[in-house]
Structure formats: C-alpha cells, structure tokens
C-alpha cells in the first residue's frame, strides 16, 4: 500500500482506557501526545514516576472543559464517609489512554507508555537513549499537510548505553522496511564527545512509495533539569516528530 494512503481523512477519536496493570518495581513512564489533525507526536519521558508527568497532562488539557472535567474526575474518589479524597491509585499509575476532544471533531490523544526497566530506572537523570519509530510516511503532503507522522510513530523503548540504542534502532528499521524493495538508507549520529560516541541519531529509509525514520532521542543531564522545570510550571515540553 502506497505510503500516502496510509493518512486517514477523518480519524475517529479512540477510546478512552482509565485501566491499569500493576507496576514493577522498576517501571519507567512516557506520555505520548497525538495530534492527527495536525499530524504530530510529541513523547516525553522516560521518568520513575507517573506524578512528574502530571504537570504536561494538565496543560494539555486546559483547553477542554470537559477534559478538566474527565482529569478532575479520575484524580478523587471518595472514602468511607462519602468526602471526596484524592485517588491513590491514579496518582500512582496514570491511564493508558485519554482523549482531549477539541473542536469541529479534532481531538489529541494522551498515552502513558510503561517498561520495566531497571538500568534506565537506575541510571535517570543521567542521560538516556530513547528510540522511536515512524513510517511509512508520505514523500508529499495531503490536503492537510499530513505525511503519517501521527498515525505510523511509535516507542521503541530507552537504553542506557549507545550501543544498545543502535541496536534497537537497527531492529526497528529492519522490521520497518521488511518487504519493501527498492530500499535507500542512510544514518546520521551526534558527534563524538572527548573520546566518547554520545548523542542521539536518526536512521533513515526510503524508496519510490515512502519513507521510513528511526529516531534515537539523546537528552543531556542539564536538559532533563531545565524539563523537568518547565513540566513543574505546567508548560508543555517534548521533544517533537
């Protein structure tokens, strides 16, 4: 199937899933923010617990009334006496998916991504590697300017190590473009920094019906502070597709 066939004209909001697993004892969280109407996809994390990415998701939706409503809603219960007292286990685990409905049929759609990961767990804030996949995407635009990006992007999964994100991202790229012919590739990877190959990078793919990304996010200590400050003030920080 051509890549510019994959963009749906009118996407229909997925439901919403307040449900949860329980956690490990070294669970990492993301927070996926999807928008089709403008065909972006923003993740934030990974972080040790879901309250840091409270901050994002309350911005998020501060544009909904209902949405306000929908948070407010999941964020209490009620004790025994039937007064309203804030929901531990909400605070504690999160959703797996909530839709912010906005207008003329637009929505975005919020994921809390989780992976047990105890040497990622261990090893923030330092920094970490965290691979995404997206494709197949559009060489040309639709009507909307949407090539794909928010229907095909996915979490791969973060790494400690460089060596391990190459790998990852190598898999993904081949799972990717299995069965495709005719297929280009190329990879670019953040310079080396006193001896040492850190950074993020990019694999890419393409032939004459679309194109392929894996992306490797690299964030610095002092990056991680400065976003974890912003989500603190309630402002919406990621890093964008």
């Not at 929908?70 to 685990?93: C, H, I, Q």
């Not at 637009?106 to 804030?125: G, Y």
């Not at 060489?139 to 994100?165: C, I, N």
């Not at 694999?203 to 610095?220: C, D, F, I, P």
Request: no cysteine; hydrophobic share 35%.
């Amino acid at each position: 199937m051509l890549a510019n066939l994959l963009v749906e004209d009118d996407p229909s909001p997925p439901t919403n899933d307040f449900s949860t697993t329980p956690l490990g004892p070294h669970t990492i969280f993301y927070l996926a923010i999807t928008t089709p109407h403008t065909d972006t996809y923003v993740l934030h994390g990974p972080v040790t617990s879901f309250s840091h990415l409270l901050p994002t998701i309350k911005s998020t939706v501060s544009d909904s009334p209902s949405a306000i409503d929908k948070l407010d809603a999941l964020s209490s219960t009620t004790d025994v006496w039937g007064a309203p007292t804030p929901n531990k286990a909400f605070s504690e685990r999160g959703f797996t998916t909530f839709v912010v409905n906005g207008q003329r049929g637009t929505f975005t759609l919020l994921e809390v991504l989780r992976e047990e990961n105890k040497p990622v767990f261990d090893t923030l804030l330092a920094p970490v590697y965290t691979v995404s996949a997206h494709g197949p995407l559009a060489h040309t635009p639709d009507y909307l300017g949407r090539v794909g990006v928010a229907e095909t992007s996915k979490l791969v999964g973060s790494f400690v190590r460089r060596d391990e994100a190459k790998e990852a991202a190598g898999k993904a790229m081949e799972e990717l473009v299995k069965g495709e012919v005719g297929v280009k590739r190329s990879e670019h990877w953040g310079r080396e920094r006193s001896g040492l190959g850190v950074g993020g990078g990019v694999l890419m793919a393409m032939n004459g019906e679309g194109r392929w990304e894996v992306r490797v996010a690299y964030e610095e200590e002092v990056m991680k502070r400065v976003r974890e400050g912003s989500e603190m003030r309630g402002e919406r920080v990621g890093w964008r597709i």
